[in-house]
């Protein structure tokens, strides 16, 4: 199993940055993929990005794709979600999820989840 806990959300304007972590703790860091999504109020959650460990592959959704990037450091068992140019359509909860057997890709395949951390962009 593998517990995480996501941090550094918070207030920003649009135009900001922000860099969200998920730490893991567990056997087998490196065997796993993670992946971050969102949920804005209701909204279903939604994929941003994801990152296999082992080799550092990486996919995002079309909306953040040029602003975020997924990052891993694998001997501090974290990942690192990098947000710039904010907009006010990215506020949401932001989870982090792990999966060992496949690639987190929705939100019904997903084997284990953090607490989330809140991300509020102003106008």
């Known amino acids: 199993q593998v517990q995480l806990v996501e941090s550094g959300g918070g207030l920003v304007q649009a135009g900001g940055s922000l860099r969200l972590s998920c730490a893991a703790s567990?056997?087998?860091?490196?065997?796993?993929?993670l992946g971050w999504f969102r949920q804005a109020p209701g909204k279903e959650r939604e994929f941003v990005a994801r990152?296999?460990?082992?080799?550092?592959?990486?996919n995002y959704a079309d909306s953040v794709k040029g602003r975020f990037t997924i990052s891993r450091d694998n001997a501090e068992s974290t990942v690192y979600l990098q947000m710039n140019n904010l907009k006010p359509e990215d506020t949401a909860v932001y989870y982090c999820?792990?999966?060992?057997?496949?690639?987190?890709?929705?939100?019904?395949?997903?084997?284990?989840w953090g607490q989330g951390t809140q991300v509020t962009v102003s106008s």
């Open positions: 999820g792990a999966n060992l057997h496949t690639l987190p890709s929705t939100q019904s395949n997903v084997e284990y």
């Open positions: 567990g056997r087998s860091f490196s065997r796993y993929a």
């Open positions: 990152i296999t460990l082992s080799t550092g592959s990486t």
